[in-house]
C-alpha cells in the first residue's frame, strides 16, 4: 500500500510450536517463524495444507499459545486473545442462532457497552460492509457470500487494529470470493476500514498475488518461512496484465522447487521406503496425465496455467503434480511441468496398459510400493497385517503422516492390483493368480 | 426428527472402552446402594405419615389428580435441567471431575429406579416427618432419577463437541466463561437436549404413578395423583375407575405435550447447528397463536430482552472458576493427590461390600437372586427377540409409506410415553379370568410400554434410508430375503440398537412392577429378580432389596457392555461411507 511504514502490529518471533504426540514424543508443526504486520500492509501468509498457516495465524491471535518464542502486539507481549486483534474464519463461524444483527453485536458483548452503543456500531458496521435489510435474517437463510460478510461486519465491529483472516473466501464459489475481494480492497483503499494492517492466510495464489502488498511463502515440515515477495503493483490489480502473471509465476516456481528439494532431501536421507508420499490419489494422477496429453497441453503446462481453468488451489495441484514427479511420469521444474516419455505412453493408452505401467513404475520408483510387495510375497500365505508396515513407517513419520502415506500407497497398490487391502482383516494380501 | 436421532445415536456410546474407572464407578454405586439399605433399615422404625387424604375413585377428582402428577413431572424436570447444567458442565471442563463423574453417570443409567424408591421414601420421610413433604419430595426424586442421567449424558456430549470455529470466535471475541455458556454452549446443546428431555418425560410418566401409591414395610404411602388412584382401583377391584384413570392419562400426556414439548421443539429449531434451511421445520400451533396475539408483543419482548441482558452479562467474578490454572508441578501433585483420593474410595468400597455380603446376607439369598435374577435376564432377552420380529417388519413396510409413517410415528410416540403400568390391571383381570399361567403371561407386560421405542425407531431410520439406494435396489430388482439381508436391514440396524437398548433397559425396570402384579386381594407372582425386589419392598427387608438392585444392575451393566455396545459400534462402523 501507498504508505506502509514501519510501524509493527503484531510481530511473531522466533516462533516454534511443537504438538505432543498420543503416543509420546513431539511433533513439530513450526520451526522459527519470524513475522512481522505493518502498518498500512496487508500481508499473506501462502502454503499448502501441513505448512501450518493457520496455526500462525491462531499464534497471532492469542488463540493457540507458542511453544517457544514470543508475540508482540504493539510492542507488549500476547498472552491471549486481546482487544483490538478480530478474526475471520473461513468456516464463518456465525453462531446460527443468533439474527445477523445479534451476531454482530456479539463481537461487542466482551466490551460490556451500554445496549443502545451496541446497537449503533452494529448497525453502523453492517451498513458498511453492504449488509442492510438482513439485519434480522438468521444466517442460515444467507448464502454463503453473505454469511461471510456477516463474518466480516462482526470483526470489523469492534473497531480492529488488526485483521486476521483465515482463508476467508475459500469456502465460497468463485463468483461470490471474487465480488468479496473486490469489495474489501475497495473499502481498504477508501481508507474506510478501522484496522491499520492486515494478516491473510491462502492457498490460492491469485488470491494472494492480487491482494497482498507482500506474501510469505511457507514450506512444510515443519512449518517454515521458505521465501518472502514483494507486490509492487498498484491497486486494483489486473489478473490479466504481464506483471501480474509474472509473480504468480514466480510464485509457483519457488513452491515446486522447494517440493522437489525437499523430495530430493528424503531420498539423499533415509534411500528407504519410509518417505512421505503427496496426498494424491490415483484417480487424480491420471486425470492429471490425461489433461497434459491433451492437444491443447501438448504434454507441458505451467502450472499456473493450468490452474486458472479448474480453479485449482495449490491444495490440491502441487501434491499431484509432485506425485507425478515421483512416479516419473513428468518432470517438475520451475512452475512447469512435462510429461517424460512414460507419461506420454500413458496419456495415449487404454486401461489396462495404463495399470501396468502405473505398476510398473510404482514397483520401480515407490520403495514403499516395492516393500509392500515384497513382504508378500516372501511371506508363505501371501499376507501381512497393516500394522506392521505402520509401525515400520512410524519410525521416521509421526502417526497421522504415516496413516496418509499408508492410505495413498493402499490406493495406489489398489490402482494398479499390484496388492489388494481387506479393510475388515486390516490385512495387504496378493491374489495368487496375480 | 432424523436430527434429533443422530444426537441420540451419538450419545455415551462411543469408543469410550471401558476400564478401571468404569469399575471404581460400579463399584461405587453398588457400596452406597448398600449403605442406604443399611440407613433406611434404621430410619423406618419411628415415622408414621398422618394426615394423608384419601383417595377418591370418582370421576370429579380426576382432573384434580392429574393435575397432582403433572406437577410432580415438572418440578423433576427442573431439577433434572439444574442437575444437568452443573453435573455435566463440571464433567466437561474439569479433567479431574471427568475421570469420575462420567462412568459415574454410566453406571447411575443402569440402576432400576424403581428398585430404590423404597430407601429414598424412607430417607426423605425422616427429613420431614409427620407430613406429606416427604413423600413428595421421594416420588419427585424418583422421576428425577429416571430423567436426569440422559439430558446430563447429552449434554455433557454436546459440550465437548462444541464446532472448534465457534469456540475460537467466542474465544476471540474474549466471551466471559457466564457469556460463552449461555450464547455458545446451552444453545448449541438445546436440540439434543429437549430431544432428551422428551426421551425423559417419556419414562417419567411410568415412574411417577409407580411412585405414588408405594408400601414399604408396615409404612404405606398414597400421594394424591393418577399412580393413587388406579392403585386404589386395583384395592377396590374396580375395573371402570381404572378405564377413567387411563382416559385420564392419555388426556394428560397429549395435553402435556401439545402445550409444553410441541413448542419447546419448535422454538429449538433455531439452534439447530446445520447451516442449511429446514425442509419440513417442526411446527406448534400454540407457538403460531402466541406469535399472532398482538396483545403479547409487550410481554414477549420484556421477557425476551430480560433474557438476553442475563445472558450477555459478563459475571466476570465466575470467570476463575471454570479456568482455575495451576502450575504444571502444582497440577502434577494436586492430579496424584486426586488419584490417592479416588483409590483410597475404592479401597473403602471394596471393604464396605465385603462387610456386607460377610454380615448382612447369607449366601442364601445370593443364590436366589441369582437364580431369579437368571429367569429375568432370560425373559428381558426372550421379550426383545419377540418385538424385534414383530415390530421390524411392521415398522419398515409403515416406514416405506411417508403418508403412513406421518400417522404411525406420533401414535407409536404416544404409545411410548403412555405408562404401561396403568394397563396392567387389564391383564390382571384376564389372566385371573382365564386362570392362565402367570410365569407365563405376565411376562409380556415388561415389554408393554417400552416396545414402542423400537417401533419408532426403525420407522425413524426407514424414513431416513436414502431413497436413492431404495431406487437402485429396485433397478436391479434386488426383491424378498437378499433385499431384506443386503439393503434395509444393515441400513437401519444403528436405529434399530438404539430402540432395543431403550426396550431392554425399560423392561429391567419394568419387571419390578410387572412381576408381581395383584387384583383386590389376589396376588399373582410371575417369580424373577423384579418380583424378589417388589416382595422385599413389602417385607422391608432393606439388606435383600438392596442385594436385588445390585444384582439387577450388574445384569443391565453387563447386557449393556457385552451385547449392545459391540453390536452399536459394529452397526455404525458399517453403515458409515466414510
Known amino acids: ?434 | 426428527m432424523d436430527q434429533n436421532l443422530t444426537l441420540l445415536l451419538r450419545n455415551g456410546w462411543k469408543q469410550r472402552i471401558p476400564g478401571w474407572r468404569d469399575l471404581f464407578a460400579i463399584v461405587l454405586v453398588l457400596t452406597v446402594i448398600l449403605l442406604l439399605g443399611g440407613g433406611a433399615r434404621q430410619m423406618l422404625m419411628p415415622f408414621t405419615v398422618t394426615h394423608q387424604p384419601e383417595i377418591s375413585l370418582s370421576i370429579a377428582a380426576l382432573p384434580n389428580y392429574a393435575l397432582r402428577t403433572v406437577m410432580r413431572m415438572l418440578a423433576a424436570m427442573v431439577a433434572s435441567l439444574v442437575f444437568t447444567f452443573i453435573y455435566a458442565t463440571l464433567a466437561a471442563k474439569s479433567k479431574r471431575a471427568e475421570m469420575v463423574l462420567i462412568p459415574l453417570l454410566d453406571v447411575l443409567q443402569s440402576v432400576p429406579v424403581l428398585g430404590y424408591l423404597s430407601f429414598t421414601t424412607v430417607f426423605f420421610i425422616s427429613l420431614f416427618p409427620h407430613n406429606a413433604l416427604g413423600p413428595e419430595l421421594a416420588a419427585i426424586f424418583a422421576i428425577f432419577t429416571s430423567q436426569a442421567w440422559n439430558m446430563a449424558f447429552s449434554f455433557y456430549e454436546s459440550l465437548r463437541m462444541v464446532p472448534a470455529d465457534l469456540d475460537e470466535a467466542s474465544r476471540s471475541f474474549r466471551f466471559s466463561g457466564w457469556q460463552r455458556f449461555w450464547r455458545l454452549e446451552v444453545p448449541f446443546a438445546m436440540p439434543g437436549l429437549i430431544w432428551n428431555m422428551m426421551m425423559s418425560m417419556s419414562g417419567g410418566w411410568f415412574f411417577v404413578v409407580a411412585s405414588e401409591a408405594i408400601t414399604v414395610g408396615a409404612l404405606q404411602i398414597s400421594l394424591p395423583g393418577i399412580g393413587s388412584y388406579v392403585a386404589t382401583a386395583i384395592a377396590q377391584r374396580n375395573l371402570s375407575a381404572i378405564v377413567w384413570a387411563i382416559i385420564a392419562m392419555t388426556i394428560t400426556i397429549v395435553a402435556y405435550d401439545q402445550l409444553l414439548f410441541r413448542p419447546l421443539v419448535a422454538w429449538a429449531e433455531k439452534f439447530r447447528f446445520e447451516q442449511t434451511a429446514a425442509e419440513v421445520s417442526s411446527q406448534s400451533w400454540l407457538i403460531s397463536s402466541l406469535r399472532r396475539a398482538h396483545f403479547l408483543y409487550p410481554v414477549g419482548r420484556m421477557i425476551s430482552r430480560t433474557m438476553q441482558q442475563i445472558g450477555r452479562a459478563r459475571m466476570t467474578w465466575l470467570a476463575p472458576i471454570p479456568g482455575i490454572t495451576f502450575s504444571p508441578l502444582a497440577s502434577k501433585i494436586a492430579d496424584r493427590v486426586w488419584l490417592m483420593i479416588v483409590v483410597m474410595g475404592l479401597g473403602f468400597c471394596l471393604w464396605t461390600l465385603g462387610h456386607f455380603l460377610n454380615h448382612e446376607v447369607s449366601i442364601i439369598d445370593v443364590k436366589i437372586v441369582m437364580q431369579a435374577g437368571l429367569l429375568t435376564f432370560l425373559r428381558v432377552i426372550v421379550l426383545i427377540i419377540l418385538a424385534s420380529l414383530i415390530w421390524v417388519p411392521i415398522g419398515v413396510v409403515v416406514g416405506l409409506r411417508p403418508r403412513w409413517a406421518q400417522v404411525v410415528q406420533p401414535f407409536a410416540q404416544f404409545l411410548a410415553a403412555f405408562p404401561a403400568n396403568l394397563m396392567f390391571p387389564m391383564a390382571v383381570f384376564l389372566i385371573v379370568r382365564f386362570n392362565a399361567n402367570p410365569r407365563i403371561w405376565l411376562t409380556p407386560l415388561m415389554i408393554l410400554g417400552t416396545q414402542w421405542y423400537i417401533l419408532f425407531n426403525v420407522i425413524a431410520g426407514v424414513t431416513a434410508f436414502p431413497s436413492d439406494l431404495l431406487e437402485s435396489a429396485r433397478s436391479f430388482r434386488i426383491k424378498g430375503w437378499r433385499w431384506w439381508r443386503d439393503v434395509m436391514l444393515p441400513g437401519i440396524l444403528p436405529y434399530y440398537v438404539t430402540g432395543a437398548i431403550t426396550a431392554s433397559g425399560g423392561a429391567w425396570n419394568a419387571s419390578i412392577v410387572s412381576e408381581v402384579v395383584s387384583w383386590g386381594p389376589t396376588r399373582l407372582n410371575g417369580g424373577g429378580l423384579g418380583a424378589y425386589i417388589a416382595t422385599m419392598t413389602d417385607a422391608g427387608n432393606f439388606p435383600q432389596i438392596a442385594l436385588g438392585i445390585t444384582f439387577m444392575s450388574v445384569c443391565v451393566i453387563a447386557m449393556n457392555r457385552l451385547l449392545w455396545r459391540p453390536l452399536y459400534a459394529f452397526a455404525e462402523r458399517r453403515t458409515r461411507l466414510d
Open chain 1, 1 to 434: 500500500m501507498e504508505q506502509t511504514n514501519n510501524d509493527a502490529i503484531v510481530a511473531l518471533q522466533h516462533i516454534g510450536k511443537t504438538f505432543s504426540k498420543p503416543e509420546g514424543g513431539n511433533l513439530p508443526v513450526l520451526a522459527d517463524i519470524n513475522i512481522t504486520a505493518r502498518s498500512g500492509e496487508i500481508l499473506g501468509l501462502l502454503g499448502r495444507s501441513g505448512s501450518g498457516k493457520s496455526t500462525i495465524l491462531r499464534i497471532a491471535a492469542g488463540l493457540i499459545q507458542p511453544s517457544t518464542g514470543q508475540v508482540l502486539y504493539n510492542g507488549t507481549e500476547l498472552v491471549g486473545p486481546a482487544e483490538g486483534i478480530s478474526v475471520v474464519f473461513q468456516t464463518f463461524a456465525l453462531f446460527p442462532w443468533l439474527t445477523v444483527l445479534e451476531n454482530v453485536e456479539a463481537g461487542l458483548d466482551a466490551l460490556g457497552l451500554p445496549a443502545e452503543v451496541t446497537r449503533q456500531r452494529a448497525l453502523a458496521a453492517i451498513d458498511l460492509i453492504g449488509l442492510d435489510g438482513f439485519e434480522s435474517a438468521y444466517p442460515r437463510e444467507l448464502s454463503g457470500g453473505m454469511r461471510q460478510r456477516v463474518g466480516f461486519a462482526r470483526a470489523l465491529v469492534v473497531q480492529p487494529t488488526i485483521l486476521l483472516m483465515d482463508e476467508p473466501f475459500s469456502a465460497l464459489d468463485v463468483l461470490t470470493s471474487e465480488i468479496l475481494r473486490s469489495d474489501l480492497l475497495d473499502l481498504w483503499h477508501d481508507h474506510q476500514l478501522p484496522m491499520k494492517s492486515i494478516l491473510m492466510v491462502t492457498h490460492n495464489i491469485e488470491e494472494a498475488v492480487l491482494m497482498c502488498d507482500r506474501i510469505l511463502i511457507l514450506a512444510s515440515n515443519p512449518g517454515r518461512i521458505a521465501a518472502e515477495i514483494q507486490v509492487p503493483l498498484p491497486q486494483p490489480r489486473n489478473r490479466l496484465a504481464a506483471d501480474f502473471h509474472d509473480i504468480v509465476d514466480q510464485v509457483y516456481s519457488i513452491l515446486t522447487s522447494r517440493a522437489i528439494e525437499s523430495i530430493d532431501a528424503q531420498h539423499a536421507v533415509q534411500a528407504s521406503f519410509s518417505q512421505l508420499l503427496p496426498i494424491a490419489s490415483s484417480i487424480r494422477i491420471c486425470g492429471l496425465i490425461e489433461t497434459l496429453g491433451s492437444t491443447y497441453f501438448n504434454a507441458q503446462a505451467e502450472l499456473a496455467k493450468l490452474a486458472r481453468p479448474f480453479v485449482l488451489g495449490v491444495d490440491v495441484l502441487l501434491p499431484v503434480a509432485e506425485a507425478l514427479h515421483q512416479l516419473e511420469f513428468a518432470e517438475l521444474k520451475a512452475g512447469t511441468i512435462r510429461l517424460t516419455a512414460a507419461g506420454k505412453i500413458f496419456a495415449q493408452a487404454g486401461i489396462d496398459e495404463r495399470k501396468q505401467l502405473f505398476r510398473k513404475h510404482l514397483l520401480q520408483f515407490i520403495p514403499l510400493a516395492a516393500h509392500i510387495r515384497h513382504v508378500l510375497d516372501e511371506r508363505g500365505e501371501h499376507q501381512a497385517p497393516r500394522l506392521r508396515f505402520m509401525s515400520e513407517l512410524e519410525d521416521h513419520l509421526n502417526t497421522a503422516d504415516a496413516n496418509r502415506t499408508l492410505r495413498i500407497v493402499t490406493d495406489w497398490g489398489r490402482y494398479a492390483e499390484l496388492f489388494e487391502y481387506d479393510a475388515k482383516t486390516l490385512k495387504f494380501s496378493i491374489n495368487a493368480a496375480t
